[in-house]
């Protein structure tokens, strides 16, 4: 089998849920950003819905939307839940060959969305992750975060990058993180885009400095071609293969809940890629992407096509990258 992009990584369900910005029993501290919810009281929820999850699945969906040919490697439960990241799956076009079935629950995610923030609670089933990229092709792998364990996948997909030639995008997870660096620094030395936030780019740079530019530039020396630092409300950063740095604001849009916007732009950025755009513009691919996200519900009805994403490039307001 031939496609563009085999995405690696989770397969889950997430049980959004959507609490109203003015209910009294839930409050976001300003100062620690955290949010405070009164035990043991019955909260209602404006909206609640079951979406597929995990960044592998969101980002083979995103690239299919946008005309790249996809698949994913994951791995599902024995249960009705599996049945439904199945199914979503291949509506949307992506190749489900390789989900591999375990007899054990589908892992799960809890979101609560309030006051425009959405905070996670979830559940990694242990699963052995044993994926055979030997039958396949392509010409991009995409790695997402992963449960435990999860070495040996970080391991074989440098292995087949090195032996068929292909390029590989990485947005590592909690689980890689909490090993420490020592774990995940042969993967994230042979990437060619790193995808993290701003909390992850000190992680990974091992400095707790507010200057993104020297986390673009320390993280770069450690190997990776380009690297995309995201960083919520303020856009995102990125340096290039000539270690040249630039910024872009969001796309300001009016915001349903945030579930997805990271996936839907590292999937903007690298289909732009891809397509042989420069880091700016691949910036503004994923800016515009996520932007269409976060207008709707769940993470998946929002991405664009191809076509729409070149519309609305097209728009005076759509925000430039700049020199950092």
């Known amino acids: 089998m031939t496609v563009d992009v085999l995405t690696v990584g989770n397969a889950l369900i997430d049980l959004l849920v959507t609490v109203a910005d003015d209910n009294p029993y839930c409050r976001v501290d300003k100062e620690s950003h955290e949010l405070c919810i009164k035990a043991g009281e019955k909260i209602l929820a404006d909206h609640v819905g079951f979406v597929l999850g995990g960044g592998a ?8 939307r946008l005309g790249f040919t996809t698949a994913v490697f994951a791995e599902i439960g024995n249960d009705e839940l599996a049945t439904r990241i199945q199914r979503t799956l291949a509506e949307e076009k ?18 609560l969305n309030f006051q425009k923030e959405r905070t996670l609670f979830t559940h990694h089933v242990a699963s052995p992750h044993v994926f055979d990229f030997s039958t396949t092709s392509c010409s991009w792998m995409y790695l997402a975060s992963l449960g435990k364990p999860w070495q040996n996948v970080y391991e074989a997909v440098v292995l087949y990058k090195k032996e068929k030639g292909i390029k590989v ?17 042969p993967t994230l030395s042979q990437v060619d885009v790193l995808f993290v936030n701003k909390q992850e780019a000190q992680i990974v740079a091992a400095k707790n400095t507010e200057d993104v530019k020297k986390l673009l530039q320390t993280i770069k020396m450690l190997g990776p071609t380009i690297v995309v630092i995201t960083d919520g409300r303020k ?10 740095t630039f910024a872009v604001s969001i ?10 916007a990271g996936d839907a732009y590292a999937a903007g950025f690298l289909a732009a890629t891809m397509q042989g755009k420069d880091v700016r513009e691949a910036m503004q691919w994923g800016t515009v992407n996520a932007a269409a996200v976060v207008q709707a519900f769940g993470g998946l009805s929002g991405l664009l096509t191809k076509e729409k994403l070149v519309t609305l490039l097209a728009g005076s307001d759509v925000p430039k990258a700049e020199r950092l």
Not at 94 to 111: A, N, W
Not at 169 to 185: D, H, I, K, T
Not at 251 to 260: D, F, I, K, S, Y
Request: proline letters at 5%; glycine letters at 12%.
């Open 169 to 185: 995008a990485c947005n590592p997870g909690p689980s890689q993180f909490v090993m420490g660096r020592e774990s995940y620094l």
């Open 94 to 111: 992506v190749d489900t060959s390789h989900l591999g079935r375990i007899e054990k629950m589908t892992s799960f995610t809890v979101g």
């Open 251 to 260: 796309h300001e849009v009016p915001v349903v809940e945030r579930t997805g």
């Open 235 to 244: 856009g995102s950063c990125a340096i290039d293969s000539t270690g040249k």
């Open 57 to 64: 699945c969101r980002v083979a969906i995103a690239l299919a």
